[in-house]
């Protein structure tokens, strides 16, 4: 009986483990430039959650220090641990991240433009070894999410509209398989109407497939609305961090990053003084 009462507890243990921890890492540019500064998050299985922050925060840094990106720019992590699926992986290659699941949509969408939108879908696969009818099965599921890129399956990449390459990345991504997605500003250069088409998109990969999501943005309304927990990012540290519709709530959050106040909205010389006085720091 005890025996089958710490199996249950064990399972417990295991199923609230988080996918991803990130434990109090440091990044250092050239030796000497420090970038993030005790950054410590935690991604759940099947959860969305949001790395907020201005432009220089160090969003995309701590992404590239998940996903191992840091040494082709001169960075590295210096202090602390990242951990997937409770192993240790700040080691590893980025190949390597790719094999257990983990996949970065850089800033930018990054396309090969010389190649087709779908040719650009299948580059995703290229670490899969399930076979050609998987890999072709997960090429039509991708169109499924984004019917617009079967409709343009065809056209070269770099003739795409912004929104059809950012669902290209995305959907590239998909084809990996992956178990969590690093999503980085994939809202930037988008008119408004695409950018909520991509986040119903992005919220509903998470529900219907199960992949969890780190998504990095500065458009911090539109990433709460679809994530379960958000963490704010000032100048390399962690400020501040909660579930997502209180951060939404949160009055410093709402006066410091979409100019609002409880008396409603404020001018840009109110919110640059209420930047000079922020509570958090």
């Known amino acids: 009986m005890t025996s089958q009462s710490g199996r249950q ?10 996918l991803l921890t990130v434990n109090n890492i440091e990044v250092i540019y050239d030796h000497v430039i420090l970038v993030l500064k005790g950054v ?8 969305i959650v949001a790395l907020l922050g201005a432009n220089g925060a160090g969003k995309t840094t701590t992404l590239k220090a998940i996903s191992n990106l840091l040494r082709a720019e001169r960075g590295e992590v210096t202090k602390g641990s990242i951990e997937c699926m ?9 190949n390597d991240l790719v094999r257990r699941g983990v996949i970065q949509v850089m800033e930018g969408r990054h396309c090969f433009e010389h190649l087709t939108v779908e040719e650009n879908l299948l580059t995703g696969a290229y670490t899969r070894r399930d076979g050609r009818a998987k890999v072709r099965a997960d090429l039509e599921k991708v169109y499924h999410y984004f019917p617009r890129l079967k409709e343009r399956r065809d056209a070269q990449a770099g003739y795409a509209s912004g929104g059809e390459q950012q669902m290209t990345a995305i ?12 999503l980085d500003e994939p809202s930037m250069g988008l008119a408004p109407q695409l950018v909520e088409e991509i986040f119903e998109i992005v919220e509903t990969l998470n ?9 990095a943005e500065q458009n911090t309304m539109a990433a709460l ?27 410093d959050v709402k006066e410091f990053y979409l100019g609002l106040s409880s008396s409603g909205r404020r001018s840009f010389r109110d919110v640059k003084h209420y930047r000079r006085r922020k509570r958090w720091l």
């Open 40 to 47: 410590s998050l935690e991604v759940p299985e099947g959860g």
């Open 86 to 94: 409770g192993e240790r992986v700040d080691r590893l290659s980025p």
């Open 171 to 182: 959907g590239r991504a998909l084809m990996a398989n992956p178990k969590m997605i690093l």
């Open 9 to 18: 507890e064990a399972a417990a243990t295991d199923a609230a483990r988080p």
């Open 207 to 215: 529900k219907k497939e199960g992949v969890s999501i780190l998504l």
């Open 225 to 251: 609305k679809v994530a379960d927990y958000g963490y704010i990012l000032e100048n390399g540290r962690v400020v501040m961090d909660g579930e997502a519709e209180d951060l939404r709530q949160n009055e």
